[in-house]
């Protein structure tokens, strides 16, 4: 049984920086490309970035953003923990959004995510 739980978000202003989390049990993480996606109210689920597993990486881990987080957001993982991050800098009205996170090859269900709201 594959769990994985979002936290971190809340409510912060324009140009601060918030992590976010995505705990995962059951499975081992470090074998596992995961990405991160966001979902707006009003918009369908974005994709944000995603991370290379830690198996394949050979020369640092490959990771992609979109281009509008391109450059702001980092995408990191410690699979001591178990944990994937999402770290955002410099965030922006636009960034308003539920946050989940969900293992590329094997996309598991969707759960509540975590909420960031950005404020002017």
């Given at each position: 049984?594959?769990?994985?739980?979002?936290?971190?978000?809340?409510?912060?202003?324009?140009?601060?920086?918030?992590?976010?989390?995505?705990?995962?049990?059951?499975?081992?993480?470090?074998?596992?490309?995961?990405?991160?996606?966001?979902?707006?109210?009003?918009?369908?689920?974005?994709?944000?970035?995603?991370?290379?597993?830690?198996?394949?990486?050979?020369?640092?881990?490959?990771?992609?953003?979109?281009?509008?987080?391109?450059?702001?957001?980092?995408?990191?993982?410690?699979?001591?923990?178990?944990?994937v991050?999402?770290?955002?800098?410099?965030?922006?009205?636009?960034?308003?959004?539920?946050?989940?996170?969900?293992?590329?090859?094997?996309?598991?269900?969707w759960?509540?995510?975590?909420?960031?709201?950005?404020?002017?």
């Amino acid at each position: 049984q594959v769990q994985l739980v979002e936290s971190g978000g809340g409510e912060v202003q324009v140009g601060e920086s918030l992590t976010l989390s995505c705990a995962a049990s059951g499975i081992r993480f470090a074998d596992n490309m995961v990405d991160w996606y966001r979902q707006a109210p009003g918009k369908s689920r974005e994709f944000v970035a995603r991370i290379d597993s830690s198996s394949s990486a050979s020369s640092g881990l490959g990771t992609s953003y979109l281009d509008t987080v391109k450059g702001r957001f980092t995408i990191s993982r410690d699979d001591a923990k178990n944990v994937v991050y999402l770290q955002m800098n410099d965030l922006k009205l636009d960034d308003t959004a539920v946050y989940h996170c969900n293992l590329s090859a094997r996309v598991q269900r969707w759960g509540p995510g975590t909420q960031v709201t950005v404020s002017s």
